[in-house]
Nanobody
Framework: VQLQASGGGLVQAGGSLRLSCVTS????????MGWFRQAPGKEREFVAA???????HYVDSVKGRFTISRDNAKNTVFLQMNNLKPEDTAVYYC???????????????????WGQGTQVTVSS
C-alpha cells in the first residue's frame, strides 16, 4: 500500500492550495480517507476525513474554508484549502483505513496507512 501526497507550497494568507493524495494497493472506494497536519512542536491533529459513503467531517477551525473530496476512479483524495491562514502552516499528511468507526475518525492511531507528508506554509 502506498499513499503519495503532493500539492503543498508557500502561499500568502488568504490564498489557496489543493492537496492531492494518490493511493495504490488498496480498495480505495471502501476506505475512509483523512487529512492530518502537524506543526513544529505540536501533535498531529485531524483536519478532515471522507468516508466511503462520501460523508465528510472537518475540524472546526477549517470548516467553511477547506473541502475534502475523493475520486474513486483515480484512487485519489483531495483537500481544497481556501482562505489560508498562517496558523494553517504545517506538514499535511493523508491517511487511510478501511475500518474506522465514526467516533474514532479524528484519531490518528486509527488509520493504518499514511503518506509521507507535504509542507504547507502560509505567510502573513
Amino acid at each position: 500500500v502506498q499513499l503519495q501526497a503532493s500539492g503543498g507550497g508557500l502561499v500568502q494568507a488568504g490564498g489557496s492550495l489543493r492537496l492531492s493524495c494518490v493511493t495504490s494497493g488498496l480498495t480505495f472506494s471502501r476506505y475512509t480517507m483523512g487529512w492530518f497536519r502537524q506543526a513544529p512542536g505540536k501533535e498531529r491533529e485531524f483536519v478532515a476525513a471522507i468516508r466511503y459513503t462520501n460523508s465528510t467531517h472537518y475540524v472546526d477551525s477549517v470548516k467553511g474554508r477547506f473541502t475534502i473530496s475523493r475520486d474513486n476512479a483515480k484512487n485519489t483524495v483531495f483537500l481544497q484549502m481556501n482562505n489560508l491562514k498562517p496558523e494553517d502552516t504545517a506538514v499535511y499528511y493523508c491517511a487511510g483505513d478501511r475500518q474506522i468507526i465514526l467516533s474514532s475518525i479524528e484519531v490518528p492511531d486509527q488509520y493504518a496507512y499514511w503518506g509521507q507528508g507535504t509542507q504547507v506554509t502560509v505567510s502573513s
